[in-house]
């Protein structure tokens, strides 16, 4: 019989919901039956894609005499981390502060107020290794309970006043200087395999958005090798498009194996800007980024892509690809879907095509995995036409695998990274369909989570159908930036009015006393209030919110939200100057304020249709447009006399009955222009 978990909208608590465990999902429900039943809660965070999570699912959760043991000793409530970002954020300190470490699938125990008395991440079923079997420590924390309730109540009182102490947010004034800002990601850049630090190694995409933003030779350099060696190596899955979590080397060759939306949305915007700021005569460079952005898109078309739902717009993007699939033997396997053997190869590809593609991708006997299995480098600068075949058949070839399965939850702030990546690779590269994937993942969005008359957003939706979790900070921020994003390119005002609800919304729950966010709404659950400035695998639900600020400011004219922008930001200036490492996207806006001090403050370019502008093309002057525009300019495109975007279309027509680009950067406009080579003057010129 399945348990409260089956009515949820999340894929990894379904997951569990046929257990004998009588889980909870976390809410009121829960710390209402422990404190009815005078006991601790047992609180398992993990998430659908997590290789560990499911091990310890099997090892313990399914086992019958385990389940009863929890049943009888604890309140268990099963959190999925993607759906209740602020619940894992608060669990996640704790753990750490407990145990010096953190991971998934990651275990805490609570008193009935909610105060953590032990944490830990993954527990053998068996003592093994040192660690203590799950059992055991069921076994101790329950006797501790029991037996010395005072000591417990106590320690746990004592670490959540502590960990209430934690990390407290301080402003500054003072942007943070480039270069000392830039010199502190010198010392952790690997100089060898790009990136920062050592193994386990994760793609640095905000760090590289604020290098990017930087430009100079120097920060160029790193940008580029980073984004070339992680194209190059296996952490990019070159047969089926898209990035996968993290390497497990220095050098980006063996992955872990699973594939994060939020990961790739970063990662396609991240590939665009260094696309754009990479030299015509870098051919190959281009090439290889270009081949990243065409490829991730195509992947997030194929694979993640969620059914329109009738009635409900158009696709949105699910969550995640598990790292695990099933290998030929029926055995369940991590990474069996993208590895291969020089046998394999030659089956797919003949003699001849499968000894080159040895060469090529470095798969040799011995293998870069387990069981003499290799991920697929690429070496040198092969023939782009064979390679391009050769690939096509190994894909064909591939679809005869059994895929991981893939958490088909839809997170408003991944889609709005989506969104706004979706976007600015079509204008950049001129591609009306994915304009239009970016435009359907919007209204599908916006259709299931968001009822605005209700004053209702949620974070997460499954088969058109809402979740019950509130949406987040970052939930605001990002989706209202790949909706503001989505208006410039579309001319259509409509998304720019959302994305301000969504900003307007998010100043009223989240803001602090010092102008900052909170990360999510006060909880009666959680000991604490999560605030958390570091931009980790995601945009930091301040960073995300400052962006979008920006962003819907320019577009819309609105000082307040630019004014707003500025306050949220100085929150994050000591962060950015300490460990600019953690800090990805507000260090890229803290050089974009840096560079506006030095008369290169953000722009307004108004791209002005004639009526005679075919309505499904994109024109190549707002190409050109956003192919040079610096970090931090709003770019609008529209027909003369487009209302939506405050001042922006008055008395700017299209000149001579071509596209013409209209430039302004704070209380100086700039010639109109219609040829796309004189652009570049009006969007760098400093004033």
């Known amino acids: 019989m399945p348990n409260r978990l089956a009515e949820s909208t999340s894929p990894y608590l379904q997951q569990h919901a046929h257990q004998e465990v009588d889980w909870?999902?976390?809410?009121?429900e829960a710390f209402e039956a422990a404190r009815e039943r005078d006991l601790p809660?047992?609180?398992?965070t993990g998430y659908a894609a997590c290789h560990w999570c499911h091990v310890m699912a099997h090892e313990s959760f399914d086992d019958h005499e385990t389940a009863v043991y929890m049943n009888e000793h604890f309140v268990s409530v099963k959190v999925d981390r993607e759906e209740n970002p602020d619940v894992d954020s608060v669990l996640m300190n704790a753990t750490q502060a407990l145990t010096g470490q953190g991971g998934w699938p990651m275990t805490v125990f609570l008193t009935p107020d909610g105060e953590p008395f032990f944490a830990g991440t993954y527990f053998p079923p068996q003592p093994a290794n040192g660690q203590p079997g799950f059992r055991q420590v069921l076994e101790a924390l329950a006797g501790a309970w029991d037996d010395r309730r005072d000591e417990v109540l106590g320690s746990a009182s004592s670490i959540a006043s502590q960990l209430r102490e934690l990390n407290p947010v301080a402003?500054?004034?003072?942007?943070?200087?480039a270069r000392e800002t830039l010199e502190l990601l010198g010392k952790d850049y690997d100089m060898i395999h790009g990136g920062f630090g050592t193994a386990p190694k994760f793609p640095p995409a905000m760090v590289l958005d604020a290098l990017l933003v930087k430009g100079d030779p120097t920060s160029l350099d790193m940008a580029q090798l980073t984004c070339e060696m992680m194209a190059r190596g296996g952490l990019f899955d070159r047969v089926g498009g898209g990035f996968h979590r993290y390497a497990v080397d220095p050098g980006w060759v063996v992955p872990h194996f699973e594939k994060m939306l939020y990961d790739n949305a970063l990662l396609l915007g991240t590939y665009l800007r260094c696309w754009r700021r990479t030299a015509d005569h870098d051919g190959y460079k281009r090439e290889v980024y270009e081949n990243v952005i065409y490829s991730t898109v195509e992947w997030l078309e194929r694979e993640m892509?969620?059914?329109?739902?009738?009635?409900?717009?158009?696709?949105?993007?699910?969550?995640?690809?598990?790292?695990?699939s099933v290998d030929i033997r029926g055995m369940v396997a991590e990474g069996i879907y993208y590895l291969w053997n020089p046998d394999l190869l030659v089956d797919a590809l003949g003699e001849a095509d499968g000894g080159w593609a040895r060469q090529v991708f470095h798969v040799h006997e011995g293998g870069t995995f387990e069981m003499g299995l290799s991920t697929l480098q690429l070496h040198g600068s092969p023939d782009q036409a064979r390679l391009t075949?050769?690939?096509d058949k190994l894909r064909a070839e591939r679809a005869n695998r059994f895929?991981?399965?893939r958490d088909d939850k839809v997170v408003a702030a991944w889609n709005g990274l989506v969104i706004e990546s979706l976007v600015n690779a079509a204008m950049t590269f001129g591609e009306a369909g994915w304009l239009e994937l970016a435009r359907d993942a919007a209204q599908a969005v916006w259709d299931v989570h968001i009822d605005q008359a209700a004053d209702r957003f949620v974070r997460t939706s499954r088969d058109g159908v809402a979740g019950t979790t509130a949406a987040v900070a970052e939930d605001h921020g990002a989706l209202a930036l790949g909706l503001a994003r989505l208006a410039g390119a579309t001319g259509d005002a409509t998304w720019l009015e959302r994305a301000v609800w969504l900003l307007e919304r998010a100043d009223r729950l989240f803001t602090a006393e010092d102008g900052g966010f909170f990360d999510a709404e006060a909880s009666d659950e959680?000991?604490?209030?999560?605030?958390?400035?570091?931009?980790?695998?995601?945009?930091?639900?301040?960073?995300?919110?400052v962006a979008a600020?920006?962003?819907?400011g320019l577009l819309a004219c609105r000082e307040d939200l630019l004014a707003r922008a500025d306050r949220a930001a100085e929150t994050t200036w000591p962060l950015v100057a300490s460990q600019p490492r953690f800090a990805g996207w507000s260090l890229a806006d803290a050089l974009v304020l840096d560079e506006a001090r030095r008369g290169l403050s953000p722009a307004q370019a108004v791209i002005v249709l004639p009526d005679s502008a075919p309505e499904a093309e994109i024109d190549r002057l707002a190409t050109a447009a956003w192919r040079m525009a610096p970090a931090g300019t709003g770019i609008v495109v529209g027909r003369g006399g487009t209302e939506g975007f405050g001042h922006l279309f008055d008395d700017r027509t299209a000149r001579d009955g071509q596209s013409t680009a209209h430039v302004c950067r704070g209380e100086v406009c700039f010639e109109p222009t219609t040829d796309y080579a004189d652009l570049k003057t009006p969007l760098w010129s400093r004033c």
Do not use: H, I, Q
């Not at 909870?24 to 009121?28: L, N, R, S």
């Not at 995601?538 to 919110?545: D, E, K, W």
């Open 24 to 28: 909870y999902p976390w809410g009121a």
């Open 549 to 552: 600020l920006r962003l819907a």
């Open 389 to 391: 075949a050769v690939l």
């Open 305 to 324: 892509r969620t059914e329109p739902v009738e009635g409900l717009g158009g696709g949105a993007f699910a969550a995640s690809l598990d790292a695990d």
């Open 526 to 545: 959680l000991f604490t209030r999560p605030r958390d400035l570091t931009d980790n695998s995601t945009p930091s639900g301040t960073s995300s919110m």
């Open 403 to 405: 895929p991981p399965s």
């Open 41 to 44: 809660l047992l609180v398992s």
């Open 171 to 177: 402003s500054s004034t003072t942007v943070p200087g």
